[in-house]
């Protein structure tokens, strides 16, 4: 009857995204009176996650390299063995590939964009989760014994623990995969936009790619990621791998500034999942200010330079 | 080849989406149905692989009569044949559960969908295909070749890609990237008198199993009002974003 949560790892730590994870499976399975327990693979320091009753650790040189029909495999015997009710997995684009392939081996519903612990809604449990790219909720429950649930990344904050959790080793079998890994490039260093606290974002405003350092500078100061809207990555001016919104990237940060952006419906329903937005537009009658929290009306060009500058002492004053 | 593409009518991008007054269902007044936007780029691919490669290309959607205008717009894009199996799509296992059953009777080498559908946002239906008809799968898939039975693709991974390499059958989960957007193709004269007259079939699934139930549905809160800073305060904002909203 317990809560198992899968902690994603890279090079051989955890994710950022574990804390909130484990913080969800702990408070989950304390709503259910019953234990939590995590999944971790190639984790050098399984332990230091605190708030589990246990974590199962599992070491093997043939998971070194993701793909996800190994890795579903693998999760879905875990979660057999371990006889939970529940499996929390992340909303990463590595466990977003999981999902489909654990329900179908594990025979389990899967409710992905979780953004709640369960309520009781007529004797059912009912997990409310985000559709129509958050344009509205769903209260959604599962029809099987046993449920996996996708949850939404910052959508629940981490719970602090102090307290480590108790590691044991589980040997498990890996299969071959029939999709093979041939090569992978990530971007070094720089956070991404499924990562980062906090993206900077621009528009058709911007005029053109040439101004898109003071969009890079500004990031920087902050430690964000940038992204940008749909027709600047249509123009080239921009990889498409930065188009967020609803046919691009979701973006759930805490702190999502748009600069030189419209507001466009489809653009909104893809961002307002963060938690606080900031406009920067020349347009007073831009859709963006009816849904941003804060806002400058003026010209981006004056204001983000000044922006950087003024962050820049914010930064070292409060460093 | 033989390939299906996997298509969902979905509320075009700029509707304003509401629920019926019990909070039960989609309200479905006035809203304009699209093809889903990711199954288009998959869509579009597939006819790229039908005008290079000679392959077949067939669509299939899950869903009761009124999604068949979109299937007409499939076709009229370039698809060869289309299948609509009937039944209303309650959820992702429904809607990949059925169509698993007519991807093993067509033997299909390639089956697209899109990664998701905006409007549930399952992101499942593509790895449920996959695994129950035993075909490889690749998601969130940027590019995709295919020489004789060895499939090559790019998939989009937080911060960066991969390369992968398979053999057919094989599913990918289709999104932008996969074709240019300005090669998305918006279907001429030709192609939708052609489309008028190309078979459509209406399949009755023979299970309705469902593993998940939206009890109800709910729309966001409506935001607060806006602070808005005069841009000779930069000031005040860093401030605001510090003190208030704690983000910074
Ligand atoms: C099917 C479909 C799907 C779509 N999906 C997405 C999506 O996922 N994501 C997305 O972003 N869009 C999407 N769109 C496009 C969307 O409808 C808008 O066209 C797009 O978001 C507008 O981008 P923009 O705000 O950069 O450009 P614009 O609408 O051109 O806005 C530019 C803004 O910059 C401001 N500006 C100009 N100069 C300055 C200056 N010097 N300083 C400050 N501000 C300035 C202007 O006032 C304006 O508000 C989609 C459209 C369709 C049809």
Redesign the interface.
């Known amino acids: 009857m317990s809560v198992l949560v899968y902690l994603e790892s890279e090079n051989k730590a955890y994710k950022k995204t574990a804390n909130e994870l484990a913080s969800y499976a702990a408070e989950l399975a304390n709503q259910l009176n019953t234990e939590a327990i995590g999944l971790v693979i190639n984790n050098d320091q399984p332990e230091i996650i605190g708030g589990l009753n246990q974590i199962i650790s599992v070491n093997n040189e043939a998971l070194d390299t993701y793909t996800a029909e190994k890795f579903a495999s693998l999760i879905s015997v875990a979660f057999e063995k371990s006889g939970a009710q529940y499996l929390v997995i992340g909303s990463s684009a590595d466990s977003k590939y999981l999902g489909g392939l654990i329900s179908a081996k594990s025979s389990s519903g899967y409710i992905p964009n979780v953004i709640a612990l369960p309520e009781n809604i007529d004797g059912k449990t009912a997990f409310k989760r985000t559709v129509f790219t958050n344009k509205g909720y769903a209260l959604t429950t599962p029809k099987t014994k046993r449920c996996i649930i996708g949850l939404s990344k910052n959508s629940f904050g981490s719970v602090r623990s102090d307290s480590g959790s108790r590691v044991e080793s589980m040997i498990l079998d890996v299969i071959d995969d029939p999709v093979s890994l041939i090569s992978k490039s990530t971007v070094n260093g720089k956070a991404t936009i499924a990562d980062a606290d906090i993206v900077v974002s621009a528009g058709r405003g911007l005029k053109g790619p040439e101004n898109w350092h003071l969009i890079e500078e500004l990031a920087d100061v902050l430690g964000a990621a940038t992204a940008c809207s749909k027709p600047v990555s249509d123009l080239g001016w921009r990889p498409h791998s930065e188009h967020v919104g609803q046919t691009g990237k979701p973006v759930a940060t805490n702190l999502y500034i748009a600069i030189g952006i419209s507001g466009a419906i489809q653009h909104l329903a893809g961002i307002n999942a963060s938690k606080i937005k900031v406009v920067i537009n020349n347009d007073p009658e831009a859709p963006f200010f009816k849904a941003a929290d804060y806002g400058i009306v003026g010209d981006a060009f004056t204001i983000v330079p000044q922006l950087i500058e003024k962050l820049k002492a914010f930064k070292a004053e409060n460093a | 080849m033989k390939i299906l593409v996997c298509i969902s009518a979905v509320?075009d991008?700029?509707s304003?989406?509401n629920?019926t007054a019990d909070q039960k269902s989609?309200d479905t007044g006035g809203v304009q149905f699209v093809i889903n936007?990711?199954d288009e780029f998959g869509l579009t691919r597939a006819v790229w692989f039908k005008e290079q490669q000679g392959a077949e290309v067939h669509i299939a959607t899950v869903g009761e009569a009124s999604v068949e205008p979109i299937m007409r717009k499939a076709l009229a894009i370039g698809a060869d044949k289309a299948f609509r199996i009937n039944t209303h799509p309650l959820?992702?296992?429904l809607v990949?559960n059925t169509l698993s059953e007519h991807i093993k009777t067509e033997h299909y080498d390639l089956v697209i969908c899109g990664r998701e559908s905006?409007?549930?946002?399952?992101?499942?239906?593509?790895?449920?295909i996959?695994?129950?008809c035993n075909f490889?799968?690749?998601?969130?898939c940027?590019s995709l070749t295919v020489d004789g039975n060895k499939a090559?693709a790019t998939?989009?991974?937080?911060?960066?890609?991969?390369?992968?390499?398979?053999?057919l059958p094989l599913v990918v989960g289709a999104q932008?990237?996969l074709v240019e957007?300005?090669d998305l193709k918006i279907p001429n004269m030709r192609g939708i008198m052609s489309a008028r007259t190309k078979p459509l079939e209406i399949i009755t699934p023979s299970s309705l199993e469902?593993?998940?139930?939206?009890?109800?549905?709910?729309?966001?809160d409506s935001?607060?009002a806006?602070?808005?800073?005069?841009?000779a305060n930069?000031?005040q904002?860093?401030e605001?974003?510090?003190k208030e909203?704690k983000?910074?």
């Open positions: 509320p991008t700029t304003k989406i629920f989609f936007p990711n959820d992702g296992f990949a905006i409007d549930y946002n399952g992101n499942m239906v593509p790895g449920l996959a695994n129950h490889a799968f690749i998601n969130t940027t090559t998939r989009e991974i937080d911060g960066g890609s991969e390369t992968l390499e398979t053999q932008k990237g957007e300005s469902t593993l998940t139930e939206d009890l109800s549905f709910e729309k966001p935001k607060g806006i602070t808005l800073v005069d841009e930069i000031d904002l860093i605001l974003l510090h909203a983000v910074l």
